[in-house]
């Protein structure tokens, strides 16, 4: 079984950045690709970056690309989303997801292990 705990979240201004962290526990977070979705209020989750099992290879939302950076260290069992120039359309609530698969996926669907959230709020 995969445990994983967010930490990183707060208040930011329009503009800023914040780095989310997420640790895992269990022996098969090497095997697993990670991802992050976010929920807004009033609004279904959705997908926001993934990695593989290596690190080897991301993907990323259109609404984040080029502004958010998904990494990981497997040694440590953490996987980071660095998260700059935010917008006040950032704000939620974000999840750090453990796939069923070594390869990167962007349906929630394909994910089996999800965190308790962390909060992250972009005031304009």
């Known amino acids: 079984q995969v445990q994983l705990v967010e930490s990183g979240g707060g208040l930011v201004q329009a503009g800023g950045s914040l780095r989310l962290s997420c640790a895992a526990s269990g022996r098969f977070f090497s095997n697993r690709a990670m991802g992050w979705f976010r929920q807004a209020p009033g609004k279904e989750r959705e997908f926001v970056a993934a990695?593989?099992?290596?690190?080897?290879?991301?993907i990323y939302a259109d609404s984040v690309k080029g502004r958010f950076t998904i990494s990981r260290d497997n040694a440590k069992n953490t996987v980071d989303l660095q998260m700059n120039s935010l917008k006040p359309e950032d704000t939620a609530v974000y999840y750090c997801?453990?796939?069923?698969?070594?390869?990167?996926?962007?349906?929630?669907?394909?994910?089996?292990?999800w965190g308790q959230g962390t909060q992250v709020t972009v005031s304009s």
């Open positions: 990695i593989s099992w290596s690190g080897g290879s991301t």
């Open positions: 997801a453990a796939a069923r698969s070594s390869r990167y996926v962007i349906n929630h669907n394909e994910y089996d292990y």
